[in-house]
């Protein structure tokens, strides 16, 4: 009899390990599969895709913590000055990312690197972006709000609005607050709305000016090498005609003919 009840005392046991372990995993995989980003608030929509909100939360980084399977990020209303390269690489779902109302000046290459494929909107409005780097909206497709940002219209820009893949109606969003050359006028418009002002002309011209001042110094050098080679053969003229006048047979040829031009 005690043998069967140390039997069953030692299965039970076991037995307890087991579902314990099992209850415990059970609460990870669920734990993990419901985190969210630390501080930020989390929901599920009806389709099972997630959405992360982080809006005012006075953050200066991009949080590295967003589930994988996140579909939706609101990251607005903080403090971020930069999108650092690859931020947000490992969201392969993301369809909306919101970072409107932060104080970003500068976007990375490959700031959104690997939201080309499910990238459906993106918003950067109401930041402080100058300068448009086509590198960081690299692979991306997506509708952009690019307005309200002190973009600063010049050669760059022109050239690199033609090398991004964006929603060409989102480009319309960039107004521009500075320009250069100034005499252009194009402060306060959407350049992509000005197609008749060409902001390289003043690049152009400095690059015909330097071909002029090149191909006058090419000139010049030709120049001064052909009065060098004539002055040069002149005086290997003048050299030899005083070495043909100083030898005898020459002199007395000279001398005879001096003698029948005087008797003719």
Known sequence: MSLIADWL??????TC???????????????A???????????????????VRCSN?????IPQDIPNDTQRVYLDFNLFTTVPTNAFAGLPNLVELDLSHNELSLLE????????????FLDISSNKLVSFNPEAFDGLRSRANLTNNPWHCDCNLQMALPRVDLEPASLAGI???????????VQGLAFLL?????????MKRTTDVAMLVVMFGWFSMVISYLVYYVRANQE???RHLEYLKSLPGIQGKSEESSTISTVV
Do not use: W
Request: net charge negative.
């Open 236 to 238: 290997d003229a003048r």
């Open 33 to 51: 599969a419901t985190s969210c980003s630390n501080g930020c608030y989390c929901s599920e929509s009806d389709t099972g895709g997630k959405t």
């Open 57 to 61: 939360m006075r953050l200066i980084e």
């Open 175 to 185: 107004v521009c607050k500075t320009a250069d050359p100034e005499e252009t006028g």
């Open 109 to 120: 290459p490959g700031a959104f690197r690997g939201l080309g494929p499910s990238l459906q």
């Open 194 to 202: 000005a197609p008749a002002i060409d902001l390289c002309v003043v």
């Open 17 to 31: 390990l087991l579902l314990h372990s099992l209850v415990l995993m059970t609460f990870c995989f669920h734990n």
């Open 9 to 14: 005392l030692r299965h039970s046991v076991v």
